[in-house]
């Protein structure tokens, strides 16, 4: 592993560029970005579309590395991670929630979530913690439906509950909000902080969102693929 001395940061970017080619021409998702997110920080990461936030995310979240530059995770530098090193990551520190929920429609809630735990873990011990979990979002009474059977808000308190599944250091949350309606995006930000109050994660949310951005402790606007303001709650 290459690692360096990171001064507490949990994520250090360093003139990081994303290119990538649409046809024939190139494309600038990333530009130069210099960033740094320290532990238990909540971020709000903010711009039209095209602006380069879920570029952002996604180098994050270690699903994809830059161009140039260096994204440092805890000192390990994803950029040059081989790729056993980044799914470890992915799998044991990172937890993830989207847009689309992305559950397994032939599995209940509670098997959303449990799927998402170590193999090592045994049957009983994962059916266990997905309860715990699904509780923990006000849904244990909703743990052997479908997805089909619950609400879109449903849907994402379970997809909550899944990322939350391997008790990550960082949660990574694209438009988590934007496939609801307001009382429950409302609903499901009111999750995320009180996550952020009651533990030590670190929570990132990519979103287009006022009512979201808002209840960040920071945010950070992009817009042509560059961070154009980073600015902390007063």
Known sequence: MSEVETAGNLYELRDVERRYLKGSAEVRALAGVDLTIRPGEFITIEGPSGSGKSTLLQLLGALDTPTTGSVFFDGED???AKEAVLTDIRGTRIGFIFQ???????????ENVAIAMPARMSKADK???ALELLTSVGLEPRAAHLPTRLSGGEQ???AIARA?????????ADEPTGNLDSKNAADVMSLLVGLRKDTEVTIIVATHDEEVAKEAGRRIKMRDGAVVSDTKAA
Do not use: G, H, M
Request: proline share 7%.
């Open 78 to 80: 994803l950029s040059r």
């Open 100 to 110: 689309q929920f992305n559950l397994i429609p032939t599995l209940s809630a509670a």
């Open 127 to 129: 059916q266990t913690r």
């Open 156 to 158: 994402q308190r379970v």
């Open 164 to 172: 939350l599944a391997n008790q990550p250091e960082v949660i990574v």
